[in-house]
Antibody, heavy 113, light 112 residues
Framework: EVQLVESGGGLVQPGRSMKLSCAAS????????MAWVRQAPTKGLEWVAT????????YYRDSVKGRFTISRDNAKSTLYLQMNSLRSEDTATYYC??????WGQGVMVTVSS | DIVMTQAPLSVSVTPGESASISCRSS???????????VYWYLQKPGKSPQLLIY???NLASGVPDRFSGSGSETDFTLKISRVEAEDVGIYYC?????????FGSGTKLEIK
């Protein structure tokens, strides 16, 4: 059974940084591209970033380009999202997803002073 | 960016009846490989999204065959036959043809 477990969320002040992790199990992690999708409170789904199976290619939505970095450690079957210069509009539940097929339970990130 | 437009915003259905949700894309989602990259998800209350339909008409593993997807290059429909209480939640269509991947604003299904 595929399992994706996010961690690292919480309350952070504007302008600060936070790093999310997603521990994957139940499949060969190194064979799959991965992505982060977020959902602001009471809002819809918003794609954030994608990374290829080997980490060689990454893609970001414009609003996070230059601030967020998606990465992966295939030896640890773990996906990351480094978020810098956080803004209030980054407040959301962040989901780790195996190429939009399987989704984690989500982790809440609140950016507020 | 490809805009995904869903209708209606909400739908109320009697158990056992059918429901249809529409989704329109601002650009053709038909790839040159013949695959149409539209996906359907259900987000049950308090839960993460779950995949229902992939590549327009393919049922995801474990999803009841009461769910079906159809469409053309830009107009898509999710049909739920014999609606059950467990089908409540918000349904999203999404396009995975090109970056940035985008989703519709969602359709809330309620039970009468």
């Amino acid at each position: 059974e595929v399992q994706l477990v996010e961690s690292g969320g919480g309350l952070v002040q504007p302008g600060r940084s936070m790093k999310l992790s997603c521990a994957a199990s139940g499949f060969t992690f190194s064979n799959y591209g991965m992505a982060w999708v977020r959902q602001a409170p009471t809002k819809g789904l918003e794609w954030v970033a994608t990374i290829s199976y080997d980490g060689s290619s990454t893609y970001y939505r414009d609003s996070v380009k230059g601030r967020f970095t998606i990465s992966r450690d295939n030896a640890k079957s773990t996906l990351y999202l480094q978020m810098n210069s956080l803004r209030s509009e980054d407040t959301a539940t962040y989901y780790c997803t195996r190429l939009f097929w399987d989704w984690g339970q989500g982790v809440m990130v609140t950016v507020s002073s | 960016d490809i805009v995904m437009t869903q209708a209606p915003l909400s739908v109320s259905v009697t158990p056992g009846e059918s429901a249809s949700i529409s989704c329109r894309s601002s650009k053709s989602l038909l790839h040159s490989n013949g695959i149409t990259y539209v996906y359907w998800y259900l987000q049950k209350p308090g839960k993460s999204p779950q995949l229902l339909i992939y590549r327009m008409s393919n049922l995801a593993s474990g999803v009841p065959d009461r769910f079906s997807g159809s469409g053309s290059e830009t107009d898509f429909t999710l049909k739920i036959s014999r609606v059950e209480a467990e089908d409540v939640g918000i349904y999203y269509c999404g396009q995975l043809l090109e970056n940035p991947f985008t989703f519709g604003s969602g359709t809330k299904l309620e039970i009468k």
